[in-house]
Nanobody, 115 residues
Framework: QVQLVESGGGLVQPGGSLTLSCKVSGGDFSIYTMDWHRQAPGKEREILGFITGGGRTFYANSVKGRFTISRDNTWNTVYLQMDSLKPEDTAVYYC?????????WGQGTPVTVSS
């Protein structure tokens, strides 16, 4: 019933910026807490941050000050704005919805930071 579709990944140079989108269908998006996660090869998936239905945000130390999470409840979309990108940011990025004690994941979108 709840589906997430991600877009916006791609190749970017070090120091550049990229914005990912995650559009949600099903349920009441306005009450979802939405997370962003990433997984690099050989590493465990890590949480980057989240945004509550009320718009409060949290960021992991690894991306604090560089990444910004926002949401548009009219368009049922959450965004991850990434600035000052580093090669170590290269990973597959996932959004996640938290709704009625269940977790719903996006399909993942790859981000490659390279010159």
């Amino acid at each position: 019933q709840v589906q997430l579709v991600e877009s916006g990944g791609g190749l970017v140079q070090p120091g550049g910026s990229l914005t990912l989108s995650c559009k949600v269908s099903g349920g009441d998006f306005s009450i979802y807490t939405m997370d962003w996660h990433r997984q690099a090869p050989g590493k465990e998936r890590e949480i980057l941050g989240f945004i509550t239905g009320g718009g409060r945000t949290f960021y992991a130390n690894s991306v604090k000050g560089r990444f910004t999470i926002s949401r548009d409840n009219t368009w049922n979309t959450v965004y991850l704005q990434m600035d000052s990108l580093k090669p170590e940011d290269t990973a597959v990025y996932y959004c996640k919805a938290n709704y009625e004690s269940q977790q719903y994941w996006g399909q993942g979108t790859p981000v490659t930071v390279s010159s």
